[in-house]
T-cell receptor, first 113, second 114 residues
């Protein structure tokens, strides 16, 4: 059974700060990693995908992947109140379960003005 | 370009009734997924289709649950003899040809079983 663990939060940061969200996964062979944002009562919305070790930047968001440590993170720079949401880390399965995503429980982020 | 759509958005039913949900994927996507999400948890995989073929089913998908995608376009998820524990958000997602392509989610159907 794959496990995806996230720091449970809640995480609270002031506007303009950097928010750091962390995720670890149990299957060393996992290859594809995703961060989704989910506003209360809404469905998950893709923020970032990452497949290779290192950093991937998209605007204010940076995803970091370290497969050796089985660790993926999301940094949000210049946090805004509109970033307040739950952030879900997701990892693809392998082999017969390649098509499915395994999700963490999410980290709730609050950005206060 | 329209995204993934789901219908209905909300469903309230009494225990023991049957319910059916529909999902229309992004038009060029041939993979379609169903997940279930309860409060405070991440989505949990239920099943997925590649075109009309159902390729994987989770153990969460008891014999009261059935999913179809008859022509490889829209999909339906039916729950028979609903139980209070079935109350959840049912999410549909679609993706391109490769299993690790990004999955895009629809708005979900929130089911409440009284």
């Amino acid at each position: 059974q794959k496990e995806v663990e996230q720091n449970s939060g809640p995480l609270s940061v002031p506007e303009g700060a950097i928010a750091s969200l962390n995720c670890t996964y149990s299957d060393r062979g996992s290859q594809s990693f995703f961060w989704y944002r989910q506003y209360s009562g809404k469905s998950p919305e893709l923020i970032m995908s990452i497949y290779s070790n290192g950093d991937k930047e998209d605007g204010r968001f940076t995803a970091q992947l370290n497969k050796a440590s089985q660790y993926v993170s999301l940094l949000i720079r210049d946090s805004q109140p509109s970033d307040s949401a739950t952030y879900l880390c997701a990892v693809n399965g392998r082999g017969s379960t390649l098509g499915r995503l395994y999700f963490g429980r999410g980290t709730q982020l609050t950005v206060w003005p | 370009d329209t995204g993934v759509s789901q219908d209905p958005r909300h469903k309230i039913t009494k225990r023991g009734q049957n319910v059916t949900f529909r999902c229309d994927p992004i038009s060029e996507h041939n993979r379609l997924y169903w997940y279930r999400q309860t409060l405070g948890q991440g989505p949990e995989f239920l099943t997925y289709f590649q075109n009309e073929a159902q390729l994987e089913k989770s153990r969460l998908l008891s014999d009261r649950f059935s999913a179809e995608r008859p022509k490889g376009s829209f999909s339906t998820l039916e729950i028979q003899r609903t139980e209070q524990g079935d109350s959840a958000m049912y999410l549909c997602a679609s993706s391109g040809r490769h299993p690790t392509d990004t999955q895009y989610f629809g708005p979900g159907t929130r089911l409440t079983v009284l």
